[in-house]
């Protein structure tokens, strides 16, 4: 198999490189793991982005449904 990885430019010193990462990310999993209350807040924070957009959408185009009623009134 690495012959045949090896005709796709895939040489054994890569997969070598990749074997070891791959190794220690799954002997240290817990280091990778983000805590609960991180991810709550984390989001928390994106559902705050989200309704900030939202609003400034929603300001937008009633500004914009304002200037298009004044503008075929005149």
């Known amino acids: ?6 005709e796709y430019g895939v040489y054994s010193a890569e997969l070598d490189k990749q074997h070891a990462n791959c190794t220690a990310v799954l002997t240290d999993p817990e280091d990778l793991r983000v805590s609960p209350q991180a991810t709550r807040a ?13 609003l400034r959408r929603d300001c937008a185009l009633a500004e914009t449904v304002a200037l298009l009623v004044l503008s075929k009134k005149s």
């Open 1 to 6: 198999m690495i012959s045949r990885q090896c």
């Open 42 to 54: 984390c989001r928390q924070a994106l559902f705050k982005e989200l309704e900030r957009d939202l």
